[in-house]
């Protein structure tokens, strides 16, 4: 058991180490010869634990992935008009704490991977869900569509709002509320 412990926190650091070095300069720009000089370790020990460069990559965004998803629940028993700045106030915690991995995903470089589009593409599969569930309403095509467009202006709003803070977080927030297609909050009356 103590192995495996030492092993899921040797993990966790070169997972760590990943998002500083992911979040400062773009994929293309990193060596393997430098994430495993800045981690302490060899390329063969980073390759025991991630295939590739790209395996290394694709972990990281995955962690941060449900890191995201951990931040933004819509708390069980509200009704979506109450869950919903519970779920955007979360999205922009995290968005906040880690402005440069974001803005890495959102701005391309790797981001256009197709594993990694998978993972962006998993993640607001799983938001557009909860706001359904939220909303206690049944998935439709047309609302889905919709609720896709919002989910754009609020990754985009966001990515904007780190470079220019234009708005405060309270407006930023209250413009991303007020965005949510109408029809979902049409039928829990």
């Not at 990281?60 to 700045?85: N, Q, Y």
């Not at 391309?108 to 359904?132: C, K, N, P, S, W």
Request: charged share 20%.
């Amino acid at each position: 058991m103590a192995r495996s412990a030492a092993l899921d926190a040797r993990r966790t650091q070169l997972l760590a180490v990943g998002r500083k070095i992911f979040s400062a300069r773009s994929y293309d720009a990193v060596s393997t010869e430098e994430i495993a000089a800045e981690a302490g370790i060899s390329i063969g020990l980073l390759y025991h634990y991630f295939a590739n460069k790209k395996g290394y990559y694709s972990a990281i965004v995955r962690s941060a992935a449900e890191e995201l998803l951990t931040a933004t629940v819509f708390p069980e028993g509200l009704d979506l008009s109450a869950a919903a700045p519970v779920a955007l106030s979360g999205f922009l915690d995290f968005v906040e704490a880690n402005p440069a991995l974001y803005r890495g995903l959102m701005r391309g470089g790797l981001g256009a991977d197709a594993e990694v589009q998978g993972i962006l593409e998993d993640i607001r599969g799983t938001i557009i869900r909860r706001v359904f569930d939220a909303a206690v309403m049944p998935a439709k095509p047309e609302l889905n569509l919709a609720l896709y467009g919002w989910l754009g202006l609020v990754e985009f709003s966001a990515l904007r709002w780190l470079t220019h803070r234009e708005v405060s977080r309270e407006e930023l927030l209250s413009a991303m509320l007020t965005a949510v297609p109408p029809a979902f909050f049409e039928v829990q009356s």
